[in-house]
């Protein structure tokens, strides 16, 4: 059984401000551009802020649980008292279903985002492959026979998702252009959040 505070650790609720900083700094440049062309913040806009904030969030408990079975069932965590699959808090087969049902989860939620975002087709595909490739993205971090997490193309993933994607991601979500503005804030996040 499941217990609800294993689960809550294994989701690592100190990471949601990373995922959390880019929805809000994508916005925030969303609402200038808006601002600058005299557009009032509506409730769709809120709407759409809202939903990007839990998809993220959802994206980065994703990639937590996958990053908690990963390293758990290869050994890498069995120091660690935090993790729940190295201490066998969760077990391993509970983990995965966990981990397929959150998946789907969290792409059930990016389509209701993206549906709530865009009436052109081509851009909401486009949004819809960014967010399958988030998913995959957070899964196979440490999960799988060659987990990219471990070598330097865990970086640069760092920087593309929570850095250029996130910040210019949340941005074309609300206001559907790209600004210089919100590519300086996506490459300073971006940097930080690699650090």
């Not at 993790?83 to 087969?93: E, F």
């Not at 899964?139 to 593309?160: D, H, I, L, Q, S």
């Not at 998702?161 to 559907?176: A, D, K, N, R, T």
Request: aromatic share 14%; proline share 2%; hydrophobic share 50%.
């Amino acid at each position: 059984m499941l217990s609800i505070k294993a689960f809550l650790q294994a989701t690592r609720p100190r990471t949601y401000p990373l995922a959390m900083a880019g929805i809000f700094a994508g916005n925030a440049t969303a609402y200038t551009l808006l601002k600058q062309h005299a557009i009032l913040w509506s409730a769709h806009h809120w709407q759409v802020f809202l939903l990007s904030l839990w998809v993220a969030l959802a994206l980065q408990i994703l990639s937590n649980l996958a990053n908690d079975y990963g390293d758990g069932i290869k050994g890498t965590d069995a120091h660690r008292q935090d993790r729940q699959t190295a201490q066998g808090t969760i077990k391993a087969s509970v983990f995965k279903k966990l981990i397929v049902g959150w998946a789907l989860f969290t792409f059930m939620c990016g389509v209701r985002l993206l549906w709530l975002s865009f009436d052109n087709l081509k851009e909401f595909l486009l949004f819809l492959t960014f967010g399958i490739i988030a998913i995959f993205a957070a899964c196979a971090y440490t999960m799988g026979k060659n987990p990219y997490g471990y070598r330097t193309k865990g970086e640069v993933a760092v920087f593309v998702f929570f850095g250029l994607l996130s910040i210019c991601g949340s941005q074309y979500l609300q206001v559907p252009q790209l600004s210089w503005l919100a590519l300086v804030v996506a490459i300073a996040i971006g940097l930080l959040c690699t650090c």
